[in-house]
């Protein structure tokens, strides 16, 4: 076996395949619901801010570690510090969190594809609301169709992974993107024309502070974590595949920015056909899958419509899901030097096999309360509100502290010279992103 590290062949390759990793459901269908079920522009607002002030510090650190650990998730600790490093254990909480968010996600996944067929197949046609907000809760009372589905999601993203960083990872990201991209483009246009657009754009982006609650603004600070993959190494297992050259703060502002633009993008074009047709905006999780299915079977175009929307998600539910697999498969094919084909079918089985239990948690497995939650909820709970945000907190501290100051000349190509973003970011690592997220956190644990 070579010994000798891929890496992306150029740095907008790196780019997609970061923007690959940082936009997907987080994206598409968690953050329009979580901005309609917390009042809409206040929450936008909080979202904005902490994806500027705590996000995008945190993934220069990452992407620092990674590069110029040139190693997995867990060696980069030490490579950027000293052999067998307590910091460490940030890689291996970052492993167990890859593992359980990967096994949600793709059951999430699942969902996306069977809505993916049934718009192809026109299934949403001709049906009275009722039949189509039905869709969903027949395929949660399924065990062997979600499970199903969880198994193809799971095969795709195992698949992907199998061809590496540059054969599998990039080559699917440089397709997979501009589609995505192509896509949204077309459904934003399109939005123009409902009457509803208007609304949706004061609905996202005028505050109205009164709506907010500290659980929003709670939610809004964990979710920068989940939306930009922080927290859990994979932008770190990203950055190692980088040249070491390549300047950090430009590709985290650019990542950043078009993964902010992906999430409002999607909100508006959601939001415009919610109150084109008079629906309420505080829908919940079903928002993707019921809110918008009823809508589609009623509008002019609306079949195209949801075949495009419905595959412009699962392509960027797939682009993410590699990122989850990849640090793993990195971990035990660097460090425990196995075999990269057996360890990455390996790994898949075992995320499949975990997954279960959240396909499960609809149906058999319904009445099985951990802390309060399902499976489901619980490991969405669990990773979301407590283990990126602890893991965000730790690498910042790691960054900040530790690296310290030469690390960050370094990130930001700046020379030794004092300047105000070199002050800037070693204070928001050190002392503002850590304090900031630490009151998430208290809360997460609160929560449980
Ligand atoms: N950022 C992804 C999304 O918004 O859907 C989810 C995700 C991917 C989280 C990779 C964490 C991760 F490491």
Known sequence: MSTARSHWSTRFAFILAAVGSAVGLGNLWKFPYMAGANGGGAFVLIYLLCIAAVGVPIFIAELYIGQKGQKNAVASFEATHEKNTPWRCIGFMGLASAFIILSFYSVVGGWILDFSFKSIFNQFAGKSDEEVKGFLGALFESPWTQVGWHFV???GTVGIVLGGVRNGIEKWNKI????LFALLGVLFIYSFTLSGFSQS??????PDTSKLTAAGVLEAVGHSFFTLSLGMGAIITYGSYLKKKEGLAKIAITVAFLDTLVALIAGVVIFSVVFTHGMEPGGGPTLLFQTLPVLFSKMTGGYILA?????LVAFAAFSSSVSLL????AYWVETKKKDRVRTTLLIGIVIFGIGVLSALSTNVLSDVKIFKFTFFD???KLTSSIFLPLGGVLISLFYGWVLGPKAIEESLSLGKKPSLMKIGL?????VLAPVAVMIVLVKGVMDF
């Open 378 to 380: 619980l490991f969405d």
């Open 307 to 311: 075949v495009a929307f419905f595959l």
């Open 426 to 430: 070693l204070w928001t690592t050190r």
């Open 153 to 155: 999601f799971m095969t």
């Open 326 to 329: 990849e640090v793993a498969v």
């Open 201 to 206: 754009i004061s609905f996202l982006f005028s």
């Open 176 to 179: 997979l993107m501009p589609t």
